[in-house]
Structure formats: structure tokens, C-alpha cells
């Protein structure tokens, strides 16, 4: 049997080798970069709306986080891996993040920059309505706005055909200690064929809103309702799942006293993870 003891590295050592790995990932991120320069000449402009493909960014996020692993928070990760994506792709195809504010500053700007860096512009909106505007009036710019209740019901907005939709919700990793926790929709426009359809999202105008009616569609789909009390309907944003359809919320409403007078499909978005702090493998 050897009596060998494992050499030990230096701190000299260790701190080598970590240059060595600053380097290398610094020298990845330009060759990326170059690698999109390439695809910029391939594109040529080509294509219509924002630069985002919510699908692939779905894709590639579930991927990091399965696996991921060691002593460096997932949070980290994700927030390093936003702002390289949005950063490239703000290079390819330059955008601003419309925020709105109406739900809180600090809250909303923490999320803008977890999820897009400080590279990308950021413009600062006192209403939902007045974000979502502004990018119905851009090209390719996106609008951060607050999942959570809302006064007024912006999301009407994104009924016709031609407007912006909701195409993602943040963040995508939930954690009950997340540094950008504050529940927001993205809208923009983009390719319907990049969407990711796992969630839709329905704009629904119902006559004969009551709380019987909100409890009884709360098992279905997560809604946000904005009371009109001239008409005693309400105008709902409903979160529910594709495989579900919105017959079922209909149904419910029918139930309930209540009646859907008209439905609209303002966007979808992917399935979150849900994250255990106690627990950090992640699942859908």
C-alpha cells in the first residue's frame, strides 16, 4: 500500500486555473459573438417583429436548469444566461423593454435587469395601457407588465389580430426567494411559429360577474378580472392551460349565472419551474 499523501494544490495553483477559465469563457462569448455577426449576414433583416423566439428560449432554459449543478446559484445562472441572450440579441436587432411602473419601480426594474442587463434600453411607463401602446407601436420592442391584479384591463388591447402578444412570463424559475420575483407578462410581436403554446392566455368579457363566478372558474385558470360595474360584467385576463380550452371556462361561467359575451386569444407563454429552496431540483 503507498503511503503517497494527494498533493494538495497551491492557492497559486487554483487561482491559475481559474484565469485560465476567465479566459476561456471570455474568448466562448466573443467566438458567440462572432458566430452572430455571421448570422446577422444570413438574416438580412429578413424577419418581422421582435428578434425573440420565446420557444427556443423555453428550450434552452430547461435545459440549464437540468443541469445545473455544484455551489453557484441557479439564480445566478439564469440571470447571466438572460442578459448574454438579450444582449446578442439586441445586437442583432436593437429593442427597449417598455416597463410598466404602475405596480412598483424598484420591483419592475429589478426584473428588467435580471432578465435583459443594462444594455438594453430601458423606458419607464406609469400604466400597463401605455407599455403595451408603445410597443403596438414599435417593431420589435418588448413591455414588461405586472402579472398581479390590475385597475384597468390593458389587455384588450392585445385582442385584434395585428396587436402584440403576451409571449412569455417571468421569471421562469420560481423560487420563494428569487431577487426578481415580481410576476410580469412580456408582450411583443413575434413569429406565431416561435411561440410556446403550453399556456394561453384568453382576454374574456362576461356579463353577470359575481363571486360566485370567480370561484367557480379559479380551478381552471388563473384570471386577473377588472370589475365593470356600469354593466355588471367584468373584462378577465385567463391563464389556462392549452390541453384545458376555454369551452371549459364558459361552461363554469353558464354554472355560475354568469355569461361569456366574447373571448379573444391575446398570447401564450411556457410552463414555469418551480424550484424547492430546500430542495433545488427543479420540475414543471
Not at 363566478?213 to 389556462?240: E, K, M, N, Q, R
Request: negative net charge.
Amino acid at each position: 500500500m503507498s503511503n503517497t499523501s494527494p498533493i494538495i494544490p497551491s492557492l497559486q495553483d487554483l487561482r491559475r486555473e481559474i484565469d485560465t477559465i476567465d479566459e476561456q469563457v471570455h474568448r466562448l462569448l466573443m467566438q458567440r459573438g462572432d458566430i452572430i455577426d455571421r448570422l446577422i449576414s444570413v438574416k438580412q433583416t429578413q424577419e418581422v417583429g421582435s428578434a425573440f423566439r420565446p420557444a427556443r428560449e423555453a428550450d434552452m432554459m430547461r435545459r440549464l436548469v437540468a443541469r445545473h449543478r455544484g455551489i453557484l446559484p441557479l439564480d445566478t445562472v439564469e440571470s447571466i444566461w438572460r442578459v448574454i441572450i438579450s444582449t446578442f440579441t439586441y445586437v442583432q436587432a436593437p429593442f427597449s423593454v417598455h416597463a410598466d411602473l404602475s405596480s412598483g419601480e424598484s420591483a419592475m426594474r429589478d426584473s428588467a435587469r435580471f432578465h435583459f442587463g443594462f444594455t438594453v434600453p430601458f423606458l419607464a411607463h406609469f400604466s400597463a395601457a401605455a407599455a403595451v401602446d408603445a410597443v403596438a407601436k414599435s417593431r420589435g420592442d418588448l413591455a414588461l407588465v405586472s402579472a398581479a391584479g390590475s385597475q384597468t384591463p390593458w389587455w384588450t388591447a392585445l385582442e385584434p389580430t395585428s396587436a402584440p402578444k403576451i409571449i412569455a412570463r417571468l421569471p421562469f424559475v420560481e423560487r420563494a426567494d428569487h431577487p426578481a420575483a415580481l410576476p410580469v407578462f412580456v408582450v411583443s410581436r413575434v413569429d406565431v411559429e416561435t411561440m410556446v403554446t403550453e399556456v394561453e392566455m384568453w382576454s374574456i368579457h362576461v356579463s353577470n360577474w359575481s363571486a360566485d363566478a370567480a370561484h367557480a372558474i379559479s380551478p381552471l385558470a388563473g384570471i386577473v378580472a377588472v370589475p365593470d360595474t356600469a354593466s355588471g360584467g367584468a373584462a378577465l385576463l385567463a391563464s389556462l392551460s392549452s390541453t384545458d380550452g376555454i369551452d371549459k371556462i364558459a361552461s363554469a361561467l353558464i354554472a355560475a349565472g354568469a355569461l361569456v359575451r366574447s373571448s379573444a386569444l391575446v398570447g401564450s407563454h411556457a410552463t414555469r419551474y418551480t424550484v424547492d429552496a430546500k430542495n433545488p431540483a427543479a420540475k414543471a
